[in-house]
């Protein structure tokens, strides 16, 4: 997988492709991310990539020329299979979302700033437009860094043991059930007999139960999805 992230502070998204998951990933050669500065494009001797809106308004811009010149310049080298915005506005990144982007070769993200991007750059070149949660942030690399993060720790080879990322939370739409480990006893409060059985039957029972019961009192939504 190639994932290309367009931002105007690719400083801000850098360090977490340094360290933990995300580095080994790029170190054994699962994905490859790569950060583009957008004021490379950027206009007059300023280089600047924002402007004041038609109409009035308080807030900046993002323009559209920059941004089509960086996709263009993208899009010669590669075919891209989704190119999305991070914005408040866009669908809320999921489990299924993440799953699903998983499984594509070359993305683009682009990150918002100011009061957003020029719509014409949403209805010419965005394919899907996707948001970490309901509030807004002072710029979209936060956000694409956590929507990295979800897909790329999907991808085959990226946890040592795969298995891991089929029993997380929201897969099946169930919440994780509860987990212990070493010891089995500390200060007084003790791990579940059925996890110490060695009765794997039985055991991945609990966790099924524990899971539905986790999912109807913190998350009842997801079971009617």
Known sequence: MRID?????????QSPFEASILKRAVDKGLVEVHMHD??????????????????????MVMMIEPIDKMITELSAAR???????????????NQRTANHLSLKKNIIVLCGHYKGVDQRVRDLYVTREIS??????????LGAAVLCDAVIRLIPGVISDETSALTDSFQDN???????????????????EILLSGNGPAIDKWREEQAFKRTQERRPDLLSE
């Open 174 to 192: 169930l919440l994780a059930p509860p987990v212990y480990s070493r010891p089995a006893e500390y200060k007084g409060a003790k791990v579940p």
């Open 132 to 141: 970490i949660g309901d509030y807004v942030l002072s710029g979209g690399e």
């Open 79 to 93: 075919d891209y299979d989704e190119i999305i915005y991070m914005t408040p506005d866009g669908e809320t990144l």
């Open 5 to 13: 992230i367009i931002t105007v502070l690719p400083e801000l998204i």
């Open 38 to 59: 957008l004021r490379r494009y950027g206009l007059n001797k300023y280089n600047q990539v924002d402007d004041y809106q038609y109409g009035g308004g308080a807030g």
